[in-house]
């Protein structure tokens, strides 16, 4: 297609400027993948469509969200009754994030009971555990966010329980929290890692997982 | 027909386009998974969150679903150390599971010991976070 004579002048435009078409090619016309390939290889781009949802609705959220213990629960108040689409944007980072689990669970147990893990993507697998270690620290610092009855108490519980792990426990509670109990500090920490840090290296680790899955291919049916 | 998982060539084994049909199809999980998405968002019920109050304990506070299940394992393990311990070992297996896991056969039903497994260790999970949210 991209290589008829019927190429449209803005295709050809770029194309004296980047080579655009041998690039558009190779990863659409010419890009081949294994017969049978059948509706639950959509589980990972559906994942990743979930975390660009997520990250488009956060954005806009960040822009009414006040993350301190005094501001945090009115803000998202304000979101939800004042702000036009406000509530939608809210309910749909809220549910997105429980999607986003369950999407890069099924996708795992996808990969579990298909064997696709085997060498030469062993890194493939090890990066997809990453990846669903940081969603989970993502959602859990994201629940803390409005704070409620139920994300402090939440995140009480969370940051207890490395605390009986030995040497280090104590130190990890006292980390996590920034404070002996949940408060102002814990806050502020889990907003900073929940806007940029965790996302940034979910991207990193997407990134390295997409490279990986274009150079080996997907493993094929059985 | 069979592809070779360990072929570490890209498209030798690779008959199909991807394009037109396979991104089609991506396309129809997409549109149907935002439609999932929208109707939950829509017609979930709402809840009503009192604001956070550290002088006041609720009577059962739990973690979110997803944590349920280790929350739980912890609950029941009479040393908490020991708990700890069987999920750290857990967690490094599932890491390192292409590295010690290393069965040719891909069909589940060719894979004797380790679907069954595989199947026990998800059912667990479900257990405890269903035990979990209703203990």
């Not at chain 1, 959220?61 to 004042?82: Q, R």
């Amino acid at each position: 297609m991209f290589a008829s004579k019927k190429d449209s002048a803005l295709l050809d435009w770029l194309e004296e400027r980047f080579t655009i078409k041998e690039e558009l090619e190779k990863n659409t016309t010419k890009k081949m993948v294994p017969p049978h390939i059948n509706w639950l290889y959509c589980l990972g781009g559906l994942s990743l469509t979930i975390f660009i949802i997520q990250v488009v609705t956060g954005v806009f959220l960040m822009m009414y969200y006040k993350p301190t213990p005094e501001l945090a629960y009115g803000s998202i108040e304000f979101i939800v009754k004042e702000v036009p689409y406000g509530w939608l944007i809210q309910r749909v980072h809220s549910i997105g994030a429980n999607t986003m689990i369950i999407l890069v669970m099924a996708h795992m147990v996808r990969v579990l009971f298909y064997n696709a893990y085997q060498k030469p993507r062993e890194l493939h697998w090890i990066s997809g555990i990453f990846l669903f270690g940081l969603t989970l620290i993502t959602s859990f610092t994201g629940y803390l966010l409005p704070w409620t009855q139920l994300s402090y108490w939440g995140a009480t519980v969370g940051t207890n329980m490395p605390g009986s792990a030995p040497i280090i426990g104590e130190w990890m509670v006292r980390m996590s929290r920034g404070s002996e109990q949940v408060s102002g500090v814990t806050l502020t920490r889990f907003f900073a890692l929940h806007v940029v840090v965790l996302p940034a290296m979910i991207s990193a680790f997407a990134g390295w997982h997409f490279v990986m899955i274009r150079r080996t291919g997907v493993a094929g049916p059985f | 027909m069979a592809v070779d998982n360990n072929s570490k060539s890209t498209d030798t084994n690779h008959e199909e386009p991807f394009y037109p049909h396979e991104l089609l199809k991506f396309g129809v999980a997409f549109f149907v998974f935002l439609a999932v998405l929208f109707t939950l968002t829509i017609f979930l019920p709402h809840g009503i969150h009192e604001p956070a109050d550290p002088m006041n304990t609720p009577a059962h506070i739990k973690p979110e679903w997803y944590f349920l299940a280790p929350y739980q394992m912890l609950k029941i393990v009479p040393n908490e150390l020991a708990g700890m311990a069987v999920q750290g070992i857990l967690g490094l297996a599932i890491l390192f599971l292409p590295f010690w896991e290393k069965s040719k056969r891909r069909h589940p039903a060719k894979r004797p010991i380790f679907t069954p497994v595989c199947i026990v260790v998800i059912s667990a999970f479900i257990a405890l976070t269903l035990w979990g949210k209703y203990s």
